[in-house]
């Protein structure tokens, strides 16, 4: 049951980001063409790039946590003692996991003052909690991911060595 809401999560994920990241694509080459060719861009086009891409790295964040290519540095954890090694992978994923919590719960804040305030977007007049639910969707993704890396560790089923954040 959790294996398969895994793969569900991580397909939607991955169309996600496909989707938004083709999405960006052809709407910035539309508008350098309106642009160029044309003499008329839209006024909304970059805008609508910009909070897909800040989408994209919350989302994209989370996907780099559930293959575990997030950014290490682990030339000191590679030449300590297996039981030390893992004690410091528990403590990082910890960190990790609080570190988590911590930006979904600013995360919501920001986005219901935002909300309560209405503030809108400058071009597209949409609503821009929108664009900040972003982080505590990516921050709680993460989050997940972080906690799942850590079962695995705690149960002793660390990912093969090229993928892990600690090996």
Partial sequence: MLAQFDRILSFVEDTFI??????ASAIL????VGRYVFNSGFVWAEEIVRYQIVWLVFIGASVAARKGIHIGVDALVQVMPEGLRKVVRLAVLGLCI???AVLLFYGIELMLQTRGFNQRTPAMQAPFWWAQLAIPVGAALMGLRFSQE???TVAGRERAAETTMLN
Avoid: E
């Avoid at 496909?18 to 999405?23: F, K, R």
């Avoid at 080459?29 to 350098?32: A, E, H, I, R, W």
């Fill in 98 to 100: 609080l570190f988590c």
């Fill in 29 to 32: 080459f539309t508008n350098v």
């Fill in 18 to 23: 496909s989707t938004l990241l083709i999405a």
């Fill in 150 to 152: 850590l079962v695995r």
